[in-house]
């Protein structure tokens, strides 16, 4: 039988690069001595009142279809706390409701390109953007990472085409923690004018930025700022797939269109839920930024003194990249020789792109027994010259 041109784009190295991540859980529900820390899931629970009124819901029989763009409620409190995060005057109407950050993201690449045209990302990225913005049939384009892992912004100007209808990126960014600033923002606003360019700003970690804020092209040019965001990180919500597109009523109206064919609709009760998450916002971020950062200090100070090894702190979010050329291995033998000899799963920098190659990236979101261990054994690792005895490299 024959598939779709589709099931080509969407698979290949972003989709593979979670097959030892799946494995490692696999292994650990089985009860396996593993460790996970390739996944960013933090380790805390929602929020008790999210829960208790997802019950009550459910009790009171808000079991039935719910509206395509999402309830007028949550769309109102989403538009309400993004006003707040960026001070763009936004409303209801310029919310669609997803399931997630990564559907929101799924709906703006069918919404703004296609066939013919170019779309253009940062690495390093999360390893999701290939599939999904090349879902489309647009072609990504990869911008390269400077210093830092910063977007090398001189490479950005001359990947512009006439081609070219969007940019995507992630602030705070999916591995490195880079949060772009406003030098960075205001070339991209120029480019952006210049060639009439939609900018897609995937804000999914913008709650663990410091004070929960991050500099933003919102309110500067509403007219072609596409945000994107959902409860997963900011209170440990991510199995709720709660999560929102917000951009001009136009793309809105069209994207409530998309969620029709998609969705039809997601649950009322989660909606609920997530307006009362909405309403303790501030806790939550609070809450999800002492924890990121008192674990992030652990892992760092566990991690200490390994020869060989560069952990790269991150400004915001919940992953550390590990440098791990100076042990002469790659972030990829690296990966597989750590969850071989001693079973702890991180993800390979490669899956992010070129200049993450040479890295690891770990969430450190996780519990303080396993980080603990999970410092041990990457010690233990490190000081067993893995790079004399590579697993399965190539
Ligand atoms: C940069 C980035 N975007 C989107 C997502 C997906 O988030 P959600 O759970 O809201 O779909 C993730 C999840 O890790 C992410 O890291």
Same mark, same amino acid.
């Given at each position: 039988?024959?598939?779709?041109?589709?099931?080509?784009?969407?698979?290949?190295?972003?989709?593979?690069?979670?097959?030892?991540?799946?494995?490692?859980?696999?292994?650990?529900?089985?009860?396996?001595?593993?460790?996970?820390?390739?996944?960013?899931?933090?380790?805390?629970?929602?929020?008790?009142?999210?829960?208790?009124?997802?019950?009550?819901?459910?009790?009171?029989?808000?079991?039935?279809?719910? *509206?395509?763009?999402?309830? *007028?409620?949550?769309?109102?409190?989403?538009?309400?706390?993004?006003?707040?995060?960026?001070?763009?005057?936004?409303?209801?109407?310029?919310?669609?409701?997803?399931?997630?950050?990564?559907?929101?993201?799924?709906?703006?690449?069918?919404?703004?390109?296609?066939?013919?045209?170019?779309?253009?990302?940062?690495?390093?990225?999360?390893?999701?953007?290939?599939?999904?913005?090349?879902?489309?049939?647009?072609?990504?384009?990869?911008?390269?990472?400077? *210093?830092?892992?910063?977007?090398?912004?001189?490479?950005?100007?001359?990947?512009?085409?006439?081609?070219?209808?969007?940019?995507?990126?992630?602030?705070?960014?999916?591995?490195?923690?880079?949060?772009?600033?406003?030098?960075?923002?205001?070339?991209?606003?120029?480019?952006?004018?210049?060639?009439?360019?939609?900018?897609?700003?995937?804000?999914?970690?913008?709650?663990?930025?410091?004070?929960?804020?991050?500099?933003?092209?919102?309110?500067?040019?509403?007219?072609?700022?596409?945000?994107?965001?959902?409860?997963?990180?900011?209170?440990?919500?991510?199995?709720?797939?709660?999560?929102?597109?917000?951009?001009?009523?136009?793309?809105?109206?069209?994207?409530?269109?998309?969620?029709?064919?998609?969705?039809?609709?997601?649950?009322?009760?989660?909606?609920?839920?997530?307006?009362?998450?909405?309403?303790?916002?501030?806790?939550?971020?609070?809450?999800?930024?002492?924890?990121?950062?008192?674990?992030?200090?652990?892992?760092?100070?566990?991690?200490?003194?390994?020869?060989?090894?560069? *952990?790269?702190?991150?400004?915001?979010?919940?992953?550390?990249?590990?440098?791990?050329?100076?042990?002469?291995?790659?972030?990829?033998?690296?990966?597989?020789?750590?969850?071989?000899?001693?079973?702890?799963?991180?993800?390979?920098?490669?899956?992010?792109?070129?200049?993450?190659?040479?890295?690891?990236?770990?969430?450190?979101?996780?519990?303080?027994?396993?980080?603990?261990?999970?410092?041990?054994?990457?010690?233990?690792?490190?000081?067993?010259?893995?790079?004399?005895?590579?697993?399965?490299?190539?």
């Amino acid at each position: 039988m024959r598939f779709s041109a589709l099931t080509q784009r969407i698979g290949g190295d972003g989709a593979d690069a979670w097959l030892t991540h799946y494995e490692a859980v696999a292994a650990r529900e089985r009860g396996e001595d593993v460790i996970v820390l390739s996944v960013g899931d933090p380790d805390l629970d929602t929020p008790a009142p999210v829960v208790e009124r997802a019950i009550a819901q459910l009790r009171g029989g808000d079991t039935h279809y719910a *509206p395509a763009a999402g309830r *007028p409620a949550v769309r109102a409190a989403i538009a309400r706390g993004h006003a707040a995060r960026c001070g763009q005057a936004v409303s209801g109407a310029n919310v669609v409701y997803f399931a997630g950050a990564q559907n929101a993201l799924f709906a703006a690449s069918l919404l703004l390109a296609g066939p013919g045209d170019e779309v253009v990302t940062f690495e390093p990225m999360y390893p999701t953007y290939p599939a999904t913005l090349e879902a489309s049939g647009a072609r990504l384009v990869r911008a390269p990472a400077g *210093p830092g892992f910063r977007p090398d912004m001189k490479a950005l100007a001359g990947l512009i085409t006439a081609r070219t209808r969007a940019l995507f990126w992630a602030s705070p960014n999916n591995p490195s923690g880079v949060v772009l600033d406003d030098r960075e923002l205001g070339v991209i606003g120029e480019l952006a004018q210049r060639h009439d360019l939609w900018l897609v700003i995937d804000e999914v970690y913008a709650g663990l930025a410091p004070g929960g804020r991050i500099p933003s092209l919102a309110a500067r040019l509403p007219e072609r700022v596409v945000t994107l965001g959902s409860l997963s990180k900011s209170h440990a919500m991510t199995g709720w797939r709660a999560g929102w597109l917000i951009g001009p009523e136009e793309l809105a109206r069209r994207a409530e269109l998309l969620a029709m064919c998609m969705l039809f609709g997601l649950p009322g009760f989660v909606q609920e839920a997530a307006i009362a998450a909405l309403a303790g916002a501030a806790e939550a971020e609070a809450r999800i930024r002492e924890f990121c950062r008192a674990r992030q200090a652990r892992f760092a100070a566990g991690l200490h003194g390994i020869a060989g090894l560069e *952990p790269i702190a991150p400004q915001a979010g919940m992953f550390m990249l590990l440098d791990v050329t100076g042990l002469g291995l790659s972030g990829a033998e690296f990966a597989r020789g750590l969850y071989a000899s001693q079973q702890v799963s991180v993800m390979d920098g490669a899956a992010f792109g070129r200049a993450t190659a040479g890295c690891v990236r770990v969430c450190f979101a996780t519990d303080e027994a396993a980080l603990d261990a999970a410092c041990t054994r990457i010690r233990r690792y490190c000081a067993s010259e893995p790079s004399a005895t590579r697993v399965g490299s190539g």
